[in-house]
């Protein structure tokens, strides 16, 4: 079974603090994703990587950066946290076949106060 | 990307089928539809995906018809267990940028 690893399920900052979400997939899939899902704006793309050092902007960048320094691990990184970035963050992992089936962690919530 | 829509929500009750009809007018030549799953408090879970007729596997059956303009996700005789949020995905399989949407959230009652 494939398995996507949240680091923390929840976390509490305050406004300005750095923030570093660990994600990590021990099926050796090539792409990985951050999505935030907000009540009624479903699950936004923020960045995805298709391969170690490689990253792409999705829909939602501003605010944010990744890291794919590993194949198995994805981080993203809150810079100066801002109360606006209270969400639920979820990773994701997909391999290169034919149907692109995306593999989810259990998500991390996280409280900017 | 072909945009998809999908009602807010829907309410059954155990022992039912469930159809939940997605619209995705401007589906591109190879684009498939893919349908997750998603409880409370977890990640979205793939369900089913096809690129046209009829798809079948242990968990539900996903109808496309001819023109693939929309696509209807079955349930057959749901449980409680089935309460959830469902997304309707559209695009070509490995695409990085698909586009969940609100989804459907089905409410399963005894």
């Known amino acids: 079974d494939v398995k996507v690893t949240q680091s923390s399920r929840y976390l509490v900052k305050r406004t300005g603090e750095k923030v570093f979400l660990e994600c990590v997939q021990d099926m050796d899939h090539e792409n990985m994703f951050w999505y935030r899902q907000d009540p009624g704006l479903g699950l936004r793309l923020i960045y995805f990587s298709y391969d170690v050092k490689m990253k792409e902007k999705g829909d939602i960048p501003e605010g944010y950066s990744v890291s794919r320094e590993k194949k198995e691990r994805f981080s993203l990184i809150l810079e100066s946290a801002s109360t606006n970035q209270t969400s639920m963050y979820l990773c994701?992992?997909?391999?290169?076949?034919?149907?692109?089936?995306?593999?989810f962690g259990e998500g991390s919530r996280l409280t900017v106060l | 990307l072909a945009k998809t829509t999908q009602p807010i929500s829907m309410d059954s009750y155990e022992g039912q089928e469930v159809n939940i009809t997605c619209s995705h007018n401007n589906i591109a030549t190879n684009d498939y539809i893919t349908w997750y799953q998603q409880f409370p408090s977890q990640g979205p879970r793939f369900i089913i995906q096809g690129y046209k007729t009829k798809v079948t596997n242990e968990v539900a059956s996903l109808f496309i018809p001819a023109d693939r303009k929309s696509s209807t996700l079955s349930l057959p005789r749901v449980s409680l267990s089935d309460t959830a949020v469902y997304y309707c995905?559209?695009?070509?399989?490995?695409?990085?940028?698909?586009?969940f949407g609100s989804g459907t959230r089905l409410l399963v009652r005894p």
């Open positions: 994701a992992s997909s391999n290169r076949d034919l149907t692109g089936e995306l593999f």
């Open positions: 995905l559209v695009g070509a399989p490995g695409s990085y940028k698909l586009i």
